[in-house]
């Protein structure tokens, strides 16, 4: 112990130890053999001893393990841009299998691209002949140039003076200055050899001494080679040293800056084409270029992803937003040769202006969707419809609607695939165990719902069923509001097996909007209220029925005026599922904005004879869980699956309406239960029998008449009133103090009042009587054939 460990009673670690304090000389013993008689002393007192024992200190567990050093810690270049990150303390026989797999891929790099340069300037052959004609051109200097200068000139002049010699020989006029010309050109050859022989001579000197000083150590090379490494083999080693002299010699090309970087380019692996194998590094360097050189866009940092499905993109950019480069995307895939043709997706970062994420996949990017999930009859609930799965994105992320209280519109152009995406809708419909699923399809006769409108209550084709069910569900939507109080809802109703929700699926919606513009009504009587056109109906429905959870599903063509006329309201639904569709239609839904934000659904291809292209791949917009411009693909299966799982859900049984909500809509029969039969052939039996009276006589008149092209409108009346003569009275027409009503007036009156609630019209037309050489206005054969339905049958 030390004084100061004495004085504290501690150790060193500052533990406390027993006290032992000696006196002076105690443990002195006298010293033996000693003949000096001593007189003892009083002994002197005990020294006092501290008997508490210090507690037993357990020893450290000696370390055990690898010693890392601090280059371990770090990570190393990277040039590729693929190796994994292994932390030193994080090593596992996973990280250890990652690591050796990483060195032996860039092994093989480095060997991959020591072949490849072997065929470019900087290959070894290439190099070394370099070098060598370097060295011959070092070695021969200026002075052989000037050598071989003067030499070619002295042999120039030489023929001069011959030639010039010759033509003074044989001439015949001037032969004195000829002569002189000769003799002149004779010295000038004389002076150039005398030149170009001292300037041979200086040359030889000076090229000896430098081919000495370059050829001399490698010859040496070769003979010491030779002379000390047993021969042939010590000659062939000093070769090879002469051979790496030569190739270091001429490792720099004689080539244009341009081309220069074209070859470091090439050597550096930066590839020409987007594949779907090539590192991340290289991807970087490529997609860098493209923006910042052809697109000029102010990059701040760029951070690649690699995904299954291509490569993800995180840019940050400077003093910037992604308005620029969302309007150069197809600049931005032509500089990126192999990215399929309007398949770059941009997408506005919700965290900063300036930073969006770009989106470039590969030849597959839906490999990540899954096939249409199977789901029992009655296994969803309209609370679980948002779980509900129809699609998914790039990454595999479920596509899932809300349906509880809730519109959604489907828009797209034609072949764009939004009948597939309401069909996928239809297979999570039709599965609910609280919903009441009709649907109308004035475009495509109900074909657009395909094997689902079996399972579906209701399925409008024709302007007369459409109204049956819009009313029917107008009339519930309208009427629920007055059970909330009596069945303890609240302030919405609650859909349940006993009490279902209705969501009415239209297709071809501007269909529909067509046939609405067409019907007509006759004058309401006083006090009744004129009849809403079809799509008024569905705006209605709109408006008051979501409480009631009476929602629509609409799918169109697109929600601009010259598509859906007045019917702009379709934008303003909460849910919007845009296929490839106009940049009208996006300014119309979501903003003028939008575009450049990433909402880009007018850069998807529709379906182009077999190819599918971007058909049923859509921009979603629902809340706050589809509020950036992601594509989503809906789920597929094949036909024989959905038309067994629509069989199966249909012989499970269809909701039926609560008989409270009933009362509202006394007396009404939905049309097609299950879809019904498309082809049912009494329609043309009962069109017949239905044909009004007027109808049924003005087509035997064309009959009787043998049927002519037409028949004026004087012409006509009079044939009434002849088969007819009480009934078509010009004096039953008259209109008291007023002027008497003309034979055109009385039958164009009529015609209005009969075809009027058959949403018909016949106008007069121009036609050519038979024999007539001018044409003349009135009924046209072809029409009443169109009105009475011979047309369609011939």
Known sequence: MTETDERTAKTGNGEAMAKVIRLPFADVAPEEGSDTTTVDEPAAPAARVDMIKPAPVAEPAPVEGT???????????????????????????????????????????????????????????????????????????????????????????????????RRAQFALLKKDAKKKASDVAQQEASMALVQATAALSTARTKIFQRAAAAYLPMAGIDVAGYVFMDGLIGLGAGVLVNLAVLARVGRRPDMTPEELEELERAEAGLPDRFEMGMTPRAFEAMLHEALTKEIGIAVHSLQIRPRNWGFEIQIVLKNQTPEKLSDNLALLEACLPGVRTNSALLQQSAQARNECVLRIPGDDPWKAVPELPYRAPKSVT??????????????????????????????????????????????????????????????????????????????????????????????????????????????NWEASPERPGITVVIDEFPALVMAAKSETFPEPEEGEEKPLRLDELVKQINLTS??????????????????????????????????????????????????????????????????????????????????????????????????????????????????ASKAFAPGVVLPNPGGGDPWDGDEDEDQEEKLPVLLQVIRSIYRSLSDPSGLTEDELFDALHEVQPETWDLEKFATGDGPQMTKGAVLALVLDKVLAPRGQKWAKESYRPKGAKATVKGYRLRDLKALVGEADRG
Request: proline share 5%; glycine share 10%; hydrophobic share 40%.
């Open 67 to 165: 010693v890392i050093t601090a280059r371990e810690w770090d990570l190393g270049e990277d040039a590729e841009g693929d190796a994994p990150w292994i932390h030193p303390t994080l090593r596992t026989p996973e990280g250890r299998t990652a690591r050796r797999a990483y060195v032996q891929r860039q092994a093989r790099r480095r060997v991959r691209r020591w072949a490849s340069r072997q065929w470019t300037p900087r290959g070894i052959v290439p190099t070394t002949i370099r070098g060598g004609v370097r060295v011959q051109r070092w070695v021969r200097g200026v002075e052989g140039q000037n050598a071989d200068a003067a030499k070619q000139r002295a042999e120039m002049l030489a023929l001069e003076a011959a030639r010039a010699a």
């Open 546 to 659: 979501l409480k009631s959870d009476v929602v629509v599903d609409i799918a169109s063509q697109g929600v601009t005026r010259d598509r859906v006329g007045t019917n702009t309201w379709l934008s303003e639904l909460p849910v919007q599922v845009m296929c490839a569709c106009d940049k009208d239609d996006i300014v119309q839904i979501a903003g003028g904005g939008a575009m450049a934000q990433g909402w880009r659904p007018d850069r998807l291809l529709p379906a182009m004879g077999d190819a599918v292209n971007d058909a049923s791949v859509a921009y979603v917009m629902a809340g706050g869980d589809y509020c950036e411009p992601i594509p989503y693909r809906a789920c597929i299966t094949s036909d024989d699956e959905a038309d067994r799982r629509a069989t199966e859900r249909a012989a499970a049984g269809m909701c039926e309406l609560d008989a």
């Open 382 to 491: 309209t609370h679980e419809l948002h779980t509900a799965q129809f699609g998914a994105d790039m990454s595999g992320r479920p596509l899932a609607l809300p349906g509880k209280r809730t519109s959604a519109a489907y828009i797209g152009k034609s072949r764009s695939g939004k009948s597939t995406m309401l069909r996928a809708r239809l297979d999570a419909l039709t599965a609910t165990s609280d919903r009441i699923i009709v649907g109308i399809d004035l475009g495509s006769y109900g074909s657009g719902f395909g094997p689902y409108r079996k399972a579906m209550s209701a399925v409008a084709r024709t302007p007369k069923e459409a109204r049956v069910v819009l009313e029917w569900a107008l009339a519930v939507g309208m009427g629920r509001p007055k059970l909330f109080d009596r069945l303890g809802m609240g302030l």
